[in-house]
Protein backbone atom coordinates (compact mmCIF):
# COMPACT_ATOMS: atom_id res chain seq x y z
CA UNK A 1 0.00 0.00 0.00
CA UNK A 2 1.47 3.55 -0.90
CA UNK A 3 1.36 6.44 1.18
CA UNK A 4 2.75 9.83 -0.03
CA UNK A 5 5.31 11.25 1.98
CA UNK A 6 6.30 14.65 2.98
CA UNK A 7 9.97 15.72 4.34
CA UNK A 8 10.51 18.59 6.14
CA UNK A 9 14.15 19.46 6.87
CA UNK A 10 15.12 22.90 9.01
CA UNK A 11 16.14 25.68 7.68
CA UNK A 12 19.98 26.54 6.52
CA UNK A 13 21.24 23.22 7.88
CA UNK A 14 22.05 20.67 5.11
CA UNK A 15 20.28 17.44 5.17
CA UNK A 16 22.25 14.39 3.40
CA UNK A 17 21.31 12.58 0.97
CA UNK A 18 17.14 13.77 0.66
CA UNK A 19 17.33 12.93 -3.10
CA UNK A 20 19.72 10.24 -2.43
CA UNK A 21 17.28 8.02 0.22
CA UNK A 22 14.41 8.40 -2.55
CA UNK A 23 16.69 7.07 -5.53
CA UNK A 24 17.73 4.44 -3.29
CA UNK A 25 14.07 3.59 -2.54
CA UNK A 26 13.57 3.34 -6.26
CA UNK A 27 16.63 1.67 -6.76
CA UNK A 28 16.24 -1.08 -4.33
CA UNK A 29 11.84 -1.73 -5.53
CA UNK A 30 13.71 -1.64 -9.28
CA UNK A 31 11.18 1.05 -10.16
CA UNK A 32 11.81 4.53 -12.07
CA UNK A 33 12.46 7.72 -10.78
CA UNK A 34 11.92 11.10 -11.73
CA UNK A 35 12.93 14.03 -9.62
CA UNK A 36 11.51 17.65 -10.07
CA UNK A 37 11.57 21.17 -8.51
CA UNK A 38 8.15 22.23 -7.15
CA UNK A 39 9.80 26.61 -7.82
CA UNK A 40 9.26 26.13 -11.68
CA UNK A 41 5.37 24.65 -11.44
CA UNK A 42 2.39 26.79 -12.22
CA UNK A 43 -0.86 26.43 -13.01
CA UNK A 44 -1.36 24.95 -16.25
CA UNK A 45 -1.55 27.87 -19.58
CA UNK A 46 0.46 30.13 -17.72
CA UNK A 47 4.41 30.74 -18.25
CA UNK A 48 6.72 27.50 -16.50
CA UNK A 49 6.46 23.78 -16.25
CA UNK A 50 3.23 22.72 -16.09
CA UNK A 51 2.76 19.57 -13.30
CA UNK A 52 2.39 17.24 -15.52
CA UNK A 53 6.10 18.07 -16.64
CA UNK A 54 7.19 15.52 -13.24
CA UNK A 55 5.41 12.21 -15.11
CA UNK A 56 6.75 13.10 -18.28
CA UNK A 57 10.15 12.54 -16.67
CA UNK A 58 9.20 9.66 -15.01
CA UNK A 59 8.19 7.93 -18.58
CA UNK A 60 11.58 9.57 -20.13
CA UNK A 61 13.14 7.47 -16.71
CA UNK A 62 11.14 4.36 -17.59
CA UNK A 63 12.45 4.06 -21.26
CA UNK A 64 8.95 5.83 -22.14
CA UNK A 65 7.58 2.30 -20.99
CA UNK A 66 3.89 3.75 -19.59
CA UNK A 67 3.11 0.41 -17.86
CA UNK A 68 6.58 0.57 -15.93
CA UNK A 69 6.56 4.95 -15.09
CA UNK A 70 2.64 4.01 -13.53
CA UNK A 71 4.72 1.96 -10.79
CA UNK A 72 7.44 4.69 -10.90
CA UNK A 73 8.15 7.54 -7.71
CA UNK A 74 8.04 10.87 -8.32
CA UNK A 75 10.37 12.99 -5.71
CA UNK A 76 9.33 16.78 -5.40
CA UNK A 77 11.77 19.32 -3.40
CA UNK A 78 11.01 22.96 -2.87
CA UNK A 79 7.45 22.02 -2.32
CA UNK A 80 6.92 24.42 0.34
CA UNK A 81 7.27 27.07 -1.82
CA UNK A 82 3.65 26.54 -3.64
CA UNK A 83 2.28 27.44 -0.41
CA UNK A 84 -0.91 29.60 -0.83
CA UNK A 85 -0.15 33.40 -1.10
CA UNK A 86 -3.01 35.09 0.53
CA UNK A 87 -3.25 39.17 0.16
CA UNK A 88 0.56 39.21 -1.60
CA UNK A 89 0.86 42.53 -2.62
CA UNK A 90 -2.52 43.96 -1.53
CA UNK A 91 -3.96 41.61 -4.23
CA UNK A 92 -5.74 39.33 -2.52
CA UNK A 93 -8.86 38.38 -4.82
CA UNK A 94 -5.65 37.96 -7.66
CA UNK A 95 -5.41 33.98 -8.91
CA UNK A 96 -2.18 32.38 -7.34
CA UNK A 97 -0.73 30.29 -10.38
CA UNK A 98 2.21 29.28 -8.76
CA UNK A 99 0.24 28.08 -4.93
CA UNK A 100 -2.67 27.01 -4.96
CA UNK A 101 -3.07 26.54 -8.48
CA UNK A 102 0.12 24.44 -8.35
CA UNK A 103 -1.55 22.34 -5.14
CA UNK A 104 -5.17 21.65 -7.28
CA UNK A 105 -3.37 20.25 -9.84
CA UNK A 106 -0.75 18.14 -7.97
CA UNK A 107 -3.81 16.96 -6.15
CA UNK A 108 -5.58 15.55 -9.34
CA UNK A 109 -2.32 13.37 -9.69
CA UNK A 110 -1.77 12.23 -6.40
CA UNK A 111 -5.30 11.28 -5.63
CA UNK A 112 -5.13 8.85 -8.76
CA UNK A 113 -6.00 10.23 -12.48
CA UNK A 114 -5.15 9.75 -15.65
CA UNK A 115 -2.20 11.94 -17.22
CA UNK A 116 -1.84 12.48 -21.13
CA UNK A 117 1.82 13.01 -22.06
CA UNK A 118 3.11 13.99 -24.91
CA UNK A 119 6.47 12.41 -26.20
CA UNK A 120 8.46 16.10 -26.45
CA UNK A 121 12.01 15.88 -27.80
CA UNK A 122 11.31 12.45 -29.61
CA UNK A 123 13.03 12.32 -32.69
CA UNK A 124 10.80 12.34 -36.05
CA UNK A 125 12.33 10.96 -39.46
CA UNK A 126 10.90 13.46 -42.40
CA UNK A 127 10.40 11.39 -45.52
CA UNK A 128 12.87 12.66 -48.39
CA UNK A 129 11.72 15.26 -50.65
CA UNK A 130 9.70 13.78 -53.19
CA UNK A 131 9.02 10.60 -51.77
CA UNK A 132 5.79 9.87 -50.11
CA UNK A 133 7.22 7.85 -47.06
CA UNK A 134 6.88 3.91 -48.84
CA UNK A 135 9.52 2.01 -49.48
CA UNK A 136 10.76 -0.16 -52.53
CA UNK A 137 7.94 -2.49 -51.37
CA UNK A 138 5.43 -0.55 -51.60
CA UNK A 139 4.42 -0.78 -48.11
CA UNK A 140 3.97 2.52 -45.68
CA UNK A 141 7.23 3.31 -43.72
CA UNK A 142 5.98 4.51 -40.58
CA UNK A 143 9.40 6.36 -39.55
CA UNK A 144 9.05 8.39 -42.68
CA UNK A 145 5.51 9.06 -42.47
CA UNK A 146 6.09 12.54 -41.44
CA UNK A 147 5.55 14.60 -38.24
CA UNK A 148 3.38 12.58 -36.02
CA UNK A 149 3.11 13.49 -32.40
CA UNK A 150 2.61 10.51 -29.75
CA UNK A 151 0.92 10.98 -26.90
CA UNK A 152 1.03 8.25 -23.76
CA UNK A 153 -1.15 8.02 -21.11
CA UNK A 154 -0.12 7.17 -17.50
CA UNK A 155 -2.56 5.95 -14.92
CA UNK A 156 -1.11 7.74 -11.76
CA UNK A 157 -2.75 5.87 -9.00
CA UNK A 158 0.50 3.51 -8.76
CA UNK A 159 2.37 5.89 -8.27
CA UNK A 160 4.38 7.35 -4.96
CA UNK A 161 4.67 11.19 -4.40
CA UNK A 162 7.22 11.96 -2.26
CA UNK A 163 7.22 15.47 -1.71
CA UNK A 164 10.11 17.62 0.77
CA UNK A 165 10.35 21.23 1.43
CA UNK A 166 11.97 23.74 4.19
CA UNK A 167 9.31 24.96 5.32
CA UNK A 168 10.67 28.19 6.29
CA UNK A 169 7.89 30.43 9.29
CA UNK A 170 6.55 27.00 9.62
CA UNK A 171 8.12 26.42 13.42
CA UNK A 172 6.31 30.16 13.89
CA UNK A 173 2.88 28.85 13.44
CA UNK A 174 3.58 25.60 15.37
CA UNK A 175 4.95 27.15 18.64
CA UNK A 176 1.95 29.13 18.87
CA UNK A 177 -0.62 26.62 18.66
CA UNK A 178 1.64 24.96 21.18
CA UNK A 179 1.96 28.19 23.48
CA UNK A 180 -1.97 28.47 23.59
CA UNK A 181 -2.38 24.92 25.05
CA UNK A 182 0.48 26.12 27.78
CA UNK A 183 -0.94 29.15 28.98
CA UNK A 184 -3.96 29.87 31.56
CA UNK A 185 -5.25 28.35 34.45
CA UNK A 186 -6.57 25.49 32.31
CA UNK A 187 -2.92 24.53 31.03
CA UNK A 188 -1.74 21.25 31.99
CA UNK A 189 1.11 21.32 34.36
CA UNK A 190 4.26 19.56 33.78
CA UNK A 191 5.16 16.34 36.01
CA UNK A 192 8.21 16.06 38.15
CA UNK A 193 9.93 14.48 35.22
CA UNK A 194 8.87 16.96 32.78
CA UNK A 195 10.64 20.01 34.65
CA UNK A 196 13.96 17.91 34.70
CA UNK A 197 14.10 19.11 30.79
CA UNK A 198 11.92 16.17 29.32
CA UNK A 199 8.45 17.04 28.72
CA UNK A 200 5.96 19.34 27.09
CA UNK A 201 6.66 22.52 25.59
CA UNK A 202 7.30 25.52 25.73
CA UNK A 203 7.37 27.55 28.80
CA UNK A 204 8.81 26.80 32.38
CA UNK A 205 10.51 23.70 31.57
CA UNK A 206 14.60 23.73 31.98
CA UNK A 207 15.85 21.82 28.54
CA UNK A 208 19.59 20.92 29.44
CA UNK A 209 20.00 19.04 26.04
CA UNK A 210 19.83 20.43 22.42
CA UNK A 211 16.99 22.55 21.10
CA UNK A 212 13.68 20.62 19.83
CA UNK A 213 13.03 20.58 16.25
CA UNK A 214 9.72 22.22 16.41
CA UNK A 215 8.60 20.60 13.19
CA UNK A 216 8.41 17.24 14.53
CA UNK A 217 5.19 18.89 16.84
CA UNK A 218 3.85 19.60 13.38
CA UNK A 219 -0.16 18.82 12.96
CA UNK A 220 -2.15 19.19 9.22
CA UNK A 221 -3.91 22.75 10.53
CA UNK A 222 -0.48 23.82 11.45
CA UNK A 223 0.02 22.92 7.45
CA UNK A 224 -3.49 24.57 6.51
CA UNK A 225 -1.84 27.92 7.79
CA UNK A 226 0.88 27.93 6.42
CA UNK A 227 -1.13 27.69 3.20
CA UNK A 228 -2.19 24.05 1.73
CA UNK A 229 -5.45 23.23 1.16
CA UNK A 230 -6.53 20.80 3.26
CA UNK A 231 -7.08 17.98 0.29
CA UNK A 232 -3.39 18.86 -0.52
CA UNK A 233 -2.40 17.64 2.90
CA UNK A 234 -5.16 14.31 3.27
CA UNK A 235 -3.34 12.91 0.95
CA UNK A 236 0.28 12.98 2.21
CA UNK A 237 -0.59 10.87 5.33
CA UNK A 238 3.53 10.53 6.56
CA UNK A 239 5.04 13.67 7.39
CA UNK A 240 8.72 12.90 8.71
CA UNK A 241 10.83 15.71 9.68
CA UNK A 242 14.81 15.15 9.06
CA UNK A 243 17.11 16.01 11.45
CA UNK A 244 20.06 18.63 10.56
CA UNK A 245 23.95 16.84 10.31
CA UNK A 246 25.71 16.78 13.37
CA UNK A 247 29.78 17.22 13.63
CA UNK A 248 30.21 13.47 14.23
CA UNK A 249 28.13 12.62 11.33
CA UNK A 250 29.89 15.31 9.06
CA UNK A 251 33.45 13.72 10.38
CA UNK A 252 32.28 10.20 9.34
CA UNK A 253 31.44 11.82 5.81
CA UNK A 254 34.81 13.92 5.68
CA UNK A 255 36.66 10.91 6.33
CA UNK A 256 34.61 7.16 6.41
CA UNK A 257 32.59 7.02 3.56
CA UNK A 258 33.67 5.63 0.25
CA UNK A 259 35.35 8.42 -1.69
CA UNK A 260 35.68 10.30 1.11
CA UNK A 261 37.11 14.31 0.79
CA UNK A 262 39.86 13.23 2.46
CA UNK A 263 40.74 9.99 0.48
CA UNK A 264 40.03 12.00 -2.78
CA UNK A 265 42.30 14.91 -1.55
CA UNK A 266 45.03 12.51 -0.73
CA UNK A 267 44.96 10.70 -4.18
CA UNK A 268 45.06 14.18 -5.75
CA UNK A 269 48.35 15.32 -4.02
CA UNK A 270 49.79 11.16 -4.48
CA UNK A 271 49.72 12.02 -8.49
CA UNK A 272 52.33 14.71 -7.71
CA UNK A 273 54.10 11.96 -5.51
CA UNK A 274 53.42 14.55 -2.21
CA UNK A 275 51.73 12.92 0.66
CA UNK A 276 49.30 14.27 2.44
CA UNK A 277 48.20 13.81 5.95
CA UNK A 278 45.48 16.00 8.59
CA UNK A 279 45.90 15.64 11.81
CA UNK A 280 42.62 14.72 14.18
CA UNK A 281 42.20 17.90 15.27
CA UNK A 282 42.28 19.41 11.64
CA UNK A 283 39.70 17.32 10.81
CA UNK A 284 37.34 18.31 13.54
CA UNK A 285 38.32 21.92 13.37
CA UNK A 286 37.21 21.35 9.43
CA UNK A 287 33.82 19.59 10.80
CA UNK A 288 33.40 22.01 13.31
CA UNK A 289 33.44 25.04 10.40
CA UNK A 290 31.22 23.36 8.10
CA UNK A 291 28.29 22.91 11.01
CA UNK A 292 28.99 26.68 11.81
CA UNK A 293 28.27 27.46 8.69
CA UNK A 294 25.27 25.44 7.83
CA UNK A 295 24.94 23.54 4.41
CA UNK A 296 25.57 20.06 5.45
CA UNK A 297 27.83 18.14 3.63
CA UNK A 298 28.24 20.70 0.95
CA UNK A 299 29.66 23.11 3.06
CA UNK A 300 32.82 20.20 3.52
CA UNK A 301 34.61 20.60 -0.18
CA UNK A 302 34.66 24.62 0.13
CA UNK A 303 36.61 24.66 3.65
CA UNK A 304 38.82 21.87 2.26
CA UNK A 305 39.23 23.83 -1.26
CA UNK A 306 40.33 26.98 0.50
CA UNK A 307 42.46 24.83 3.51
CA UNK A 308 44.62 23.38 0.77
CA UNK A 309 44.75 26.38 -2.00
CA UNK A 310 48.53 27.15 -1.32
CA UNK A 311 50.06 23.81 -0.52
CA UNK A 312 48.03 22.83 -4.30
CA UNK A 313 50.33 25.16 -5.31
CA UNK A 314 53.26 25.44 -3.44
CA UNK A 315 53.98 21.50 -3.58
CA UNK A 316 53.96 20.29 -6.66
CA UNK A 317 56.87 20.33 -9.19
CA UNK A 318 58.90 21.83 -5.46
CA UNK A 319 60.60 19.94 -3.42
CA UNK A 320 58.49 19.50 -0.98
CA UNK A 321 57.33 16.10 -0.47
CA UNK A 322 55.09 16.14 2.61
CA UNK A 323 52.55 18.35 4.09
CA UNK A 324 50.96 18.32 7.43
CA UNK A 325 47.71 19.90 8.04
CA UNK A 326 47.34 20.16 11.85
CA UNK A 327 44.53 22.08 14.03
CA UNK A 328 46.21 25.39 14.05
CA UNK A 329 46.45 25.85 10.00
CA UNK A 330 42.73 24.62 9.63
CA UNK A 331 41.26 27.44 12.08
CA UNK A 332 43.82 29.69 9.80
CA UNK A 333 46.32 30.94 12.52
CA UNK A 334 49.42 28.98 10.87
CA UNK A 335 50.48 27.54 7.12
CA UNK A 336 50.72 24.14 6.41
CA UNK A 337 54.09 22.62 7.43
CA UNK A 338 56.41 20.93 4.26
CA UNK A 339 58.86 18.70 4.70
CA UNK A 340 61.21 16.98 1.51
CA UNK A 341 61.74 13.66 0.23
CA UNK A 342 64.92 12.39 2.80
CA UNK A 343 62.70 14.05 5.70
CA UNK A 344 59.84 11.33 6.09
CA UNK A 345 60.65 10.29 9.53
CA UNK A 346 60.37 13.91 10.85
CA UNK A 347 56.84 14.05 8.93
CA UNK A 348 55.37 10.89 10.28
CA UNK A 349 57.23 11.91 13.61
CA UNK A 350 55.15 15.25 13.85
CA UNK A 351 51.97 13.90 12.63
CA UNK A 352 51.74 11.37 15.37
CA UNK A 353 53.06 13.70 18.14
CA UNK A 354 50.20 16.23 16.74
CA UNK A 355 47.38 12.92 16.83
CA UNK A 356 49.37 12.12 20.64
CA UNK A 357 48.73 15.83 21.98
CA UNK A 358 45.24 16.10 21.02
CA UNK A 359 42.35 14.49 23.25
CA UNK A 360 40.17 12.89 20.38
CA UNK A 361 43.25 11.66 18.74
CA UNK A 362 44.20 8.20 16.93
CA UNK A 363 40.41 7.98 16.01
Given at each position: ??????????????????????????????????????????????????????????????????????????????????????????????????????????????????????????????PPAGSDGRSRAGQRNPGL???RPEAYSIDTSNILFILSG???????????????????????????????????????????????????????????????????????????????????????????????????????????????????????????????????ARGLRGIMESLLLEPMYE?????????????????????????????????????????????????
Amino acid sequence: MKQHSAYMYPEFNGIAGKTLLARTLATVLDVPFSVSDATSYTQAGYVGDDVDMCIQRLLQAANWDPIRASMGIVYIDEIDKVARKVGSGGLEGSRDVGGEGVQQALLRMMEGSTITVQAKGTPTVLPPAGSDGRSRAGQRNPGLAGPRPEAYSIDTSNILFILSGAFVGLDSIIKRRVAKGSIGFTAPLPSSSETQGSGQMPFFTPNTEAAPNMLDQVEPEDLVKYGFIPEFISRMPSVTTLSPLSISDLRRILTDVRGSLVSQYTALFGYSGIEIRFTSQALDEICQKAFQRGGGARGLRGIMESLLLEPMYEAPGSSKRYVLINGAVARGEESPQYWPKNEANAFWQAWSTEDERYPGGSR
